[in-house]
């Protein structure tokens, strides 16, 4: 069974930093990782999605890693502003088809102005 | 706009009422999720459809039930709702094919009085 977990919890950094996010999986043998935004009361927002066979993506000032051999990711926030505060979320996909998204616990970022 | 879109956003009830919630996905998806958010804001995977035929039917109490009237619609319907079902529910899509990642919808917060 599929779990994800991710820490930590919660994050304060202050504006202008870099900061690095971190999500693990139990079972390796993932089809896709996917990270998410949520703000709150609000729905989920896709950021970046990890095919098994690539190493990294990028969008603007995020990147997400993957090395599935350790079962783990990163999303990386560069030069991070106060719009960035949110939960975070990780999702794993274990096979192709029509298998289910496993979630992390997610991390409450905040970032101070 | 292409999305998941869910109605309605906000659903109060009493205790023993029967409610449903509707999702509509114009992405042209072939598979739907309903997940369910709970007050720890742990997302878990309740049904999945494809094409509409159930894949996926996780350890929900037989109150639930999704009805899929074609591929791009998936409704879920609670009969005799308790307290604990209060919680957010979310709608999703996917394309099962690399490079496609999941679409969730904004939400229905529910709240059984």
């Known amino acids: 069974k599929q779990e994800v977990t991710q820490i930590p919890a919660a994050l304060s950094v202050p504006e202008g930093e870099n900061l690095v996010l971190n999500c693990s999986f139990t079972d390796s043998a993932i089809y896709n990782l996917q990270w998410f935004r949520q703000d709150p009361g609000k729905g989920l927002t896709s950021l970046l999605l990890?095919?098994?066979?690539?190493r990294e993506q990028t969008s603007g000032r995020l990147n997400a890693s993957l090395d599935k051999s350790s079962g783990r990711s990163t999303l990386y926030i560069a030069a991070s502003q106060p719009g960035d505060s949110a939960t975070y979320l990780c999702?794993?996909?274990?096979?192709?088809?029509?298998?289910?998204?496993?979630f992390g616990t997610g991390t409450r970022l905040t970032i101070i102005p | 706009d292409t999305a998941v879109s869910q109605t309605p956003k906000y659903l109060v009830t009493q205790m023993g009422n029967d409610k449903s919630i509707k999702c509509e996905q114009n992405?042209?998806?072939?598979?739907m999720y309903w997940y369910k958010q709970d007050s720890k804001k742990f997302l878990k995977i309740m049904f999945s459809y494809n094409n509409k035929e159930l894949i996926i039917n996780e350890t929900v109490p037989n109150r639930f039930s999704p009805k899929s009237p074609d591929k791009a619609h998936l409704n879920l319907h609670i009969n005799s709702l308790e307290l604990g079902d209060s919680a957010v529910y979310f709608c999703?899509?996917?394309?099962?094919?690399?490079?496609?990642?999941?679409?969730f919808g904004s939400g229905t917060r529910l709240t059984v009085v």
């Open positions: 999702a794993v996909k274990s096979n192709f088809g029509n298998e289910k998204l496993t």
């Open positions: 990890i095919q098994s066979s690539q």
């Open positions: 992405l042209g998806h072939d598979t």
């Open positions: 999703a899509s996917s394309q099962d094919m690399p490079g496609y990642g999941y679409t």
